[in-house]
């Protein structure tokens, strides 16, 4: 099973590694279902950008990106070249270490836990 680490922009938050993760499963899935902040208010259809991530590694194990997503991207804040949206990266690698940095959700309007 998939292993995902998450850092964050907003250093009061601390590292978290999640471990065990199955494939066909999101990034944003991956938050929601270990208590990890991330905005989302499209409901994963890939219709906005506030799920706004950095893949620092392991990209290559993530379902490959679509015209769509790189479009909203576009419209995220600060968006670089490691950019993508949670709830379009479907990992699909049962053995990937992923290496995600969560960037500071203060700055986003959207969803709350």
């Given at each position: 099973m998939a292993t995902v680490k998450f850092t964050f922009e907003d250093k009061t938050i601390p590292p978290q590694i999640v471990e065990g993760v199955e494939?066909?499963?999101?990034?944003?899935?991956?938050?929601?279902?270990?208590?990890?902040h991330l905005n989302h208010n499209c409901?994963?259809?890939?219709?906005?950008?506030?799920?706004?991530?950095?893949?620092?590694?392991?990209?290559?194990?993530?379902?490959?990106?679509?015209?769509?997503?790189?479009?909203?991207?576009?419209?995220?804040?600060?968006?670089?070249?490691?950019?993508?949206?949670?709830?379009?990266?479907?990992i699909l690698d049962a053995d990937a270490v992923i290496e995600v940095e969560i960037p500071d959700q203060r700055r986003i309007i959207g969803h709350e836990h």
């Open positions: 494939t066909d499963v999101s990034i944003l899935e991956v938050t929601e279902d270990n208590g990890i409901g994963e259809v890939c219709a906005c950008s506030t799920c706004h991530i950095y893949v620092n590694e392991g990209g290559e194990a993530l379902q490959e990106i679509s015209d769509k997503e790189e479009d909203f991207i576009d419209r995220a804040i600060n968006p670089r070249i490691e950019s993508r949206l949670g709830c379009q990266s479907v």
